[in-house]
């Protein structure tokens, strides 16, 4: 027993090194002594080769490997179970100290996207939300986000899956701006040639505005950002989104201005997101409010069809409404999307997420 906690205290002091951004990663193996070209290398053996064993990188000196050894490990963390949907859409759980996460795949012609989740529940209790509605564990850690991309894609390729991941949204559970520092690091991951090289147009961050975290986004990181407003003034958006009492809509539209005006990503716009509730926010008048609050702002419209889950009291607009909604946006000269329900039979739909999963599990 004494023993086991030890090796637990052990591990504990060790780093993990997909904890670490490119250049928290220079900085360690530095401090091994290691020259700058052993970073590639080493980037290589985990994101290109996925290998997690320092005993099995062939190419690097034995000495070299003890050291590593002995003040380091690499662990991505596993998914635990599996669900596919009729259309393609998978769902991964993550199981984290008990407590879940997910992660979702989303093929298409032209390409795949992952959809990664950055925190355990989501503390923002957006009332149209499953996730909001659940409650809020933890920011988490660059690893567990990482290992979401990591896992998936070796998964892929175990399955023979050949669409591999070629875009990512944050868009799972959680509010990305709230573990600003852990997302950031995680995206430079993501971005880096020798780490997943997924090009920045194609790395979605949505956030619901947390506004002092956006400001400061704008001096860390270039990617394609999407807002989810899903009202047209602050009275809809108050009564459905209770961080916008805090930041209210044109606190919002102003700071992503400012990230628009910076950022090389978003040059067809930003994305704004507007979920459609029945009776809510999905009036003629609403969509004329709408197009007059985004007409200073490149941006392009995502109407989302509710997902709904137990115990809410929402429904969804019906298709002829969001399409007379979507109609007027057009007609103002938006571009403007229905975003189609992927993976809804499974749950995994946007706002469906909530680490449960009630039926045709497969143990992994
Ligand atoms: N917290 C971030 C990202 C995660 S939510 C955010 O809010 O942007 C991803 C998207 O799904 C958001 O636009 C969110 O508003 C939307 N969403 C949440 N619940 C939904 C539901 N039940 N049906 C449809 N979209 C939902
Ligand atoms: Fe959190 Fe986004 Fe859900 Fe709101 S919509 S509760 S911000 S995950």
Redesign the pocket.
């Given at each position: 027993m004494k023993q086991h906690a030890n090796a637990l205290n052990n591990c504990n002091n060790k780093i993990n090194l997909l904890d670490l951004n490119p250049k928290d990663l220079y900085y360690f193996l530095n401090s091994l002594g290691q020259k700058t070209f052993f970073v590639k290398q080493m980037m290589n053996w985990i994101y290109k080769n996925k290998c997690d064993d320092f005993n099995k990188m062939f190419n690097i000196s034995i000495k070299t490997r003890e050291k590593l050894n002995k003040q380091s490990y690499i662990f991505a963390n596993k998914f635990i179970e599996e669900k596919m949907s009729s259309d393609g859409t998978i769902k991964w759980i993550t199981s984290l100290n008990n407590q879940k996460i997910e992660t979702v795949y989303i093929p298409e012609k032209n390409r795949s996207t992952l959809c990664v989740s950055s925190q355990i529940g989501?503390p923002?209790k957006?009332n149209?939300?499953?996730?909001g509605q659940q409650g809020f564990n933890r920011n988490l850690k660059v690893s567990e986000i990482i290992s979401q991309v990591w896992q998936a894609n070796k998964i892929l390729k175990e399955k023979k899956i050949k669409k591999s991941i070629t875009n990512i949204v944050?868009?799972?559970m959680?509010?990305?701006l709230l573990n600003l520092n852990n997302v950031v690091s995680a995206i430079k991951i993501m971005l880096d040639e020798n780490g997943f090289y997924l090009s920045k147009r194609r790395i979605t961050l949505?956030?619901?505005g947390i506004v002092p975290a956006l400001n400061q986004l704008r001096n860390m990181i270039d990617v394609c950002l999407?807002i989810?407003l899903?009202a047209s003034n602050d009275k809809i958006r108050n009564l459905i989104m209770p961080i916008n009492k805090r930041y209210n809509i044109q606190l919002i539209l102003n700071s992503a201005l400012k990230y628009l005006k910076y950022s090389k990503s978003n040059r067809g716009g930003i994305t704004f997101?507007y979920?459609m509730l029945h009776g809510i926010n999905d009036s003629n008048e609403n969509a004329v409010e709408l197009a007059f609050l985004l007409k200073k702002i490149p941006s392009k419209i995502n109407l989302?069809p509710?997902?709904p889950?137990l115990n809410s009291n929402f429904s969804s607009s019906n298709i002829n409404r969001i399409n007379i909604f979507a109609n007027i946006l057009k007609r103002k000269g938006f571009t403007t999307v229905i975003r189609k329900n992927r993976g809804n039979d499974i749950n995994a739909?946007?706002?469906?997420l909530t680490g449960k999963i009630t039926n045709r599990i497969k143990k992994l």
């Open positions: 989501c923002l957006c149209f939300c499953a996730t944050f868009m799972g959680g509010e990305p949505s956030t619901s999407a989810s899903h997101e979920v989302i509710w997902n889950f739909a946007c706002g469906q």
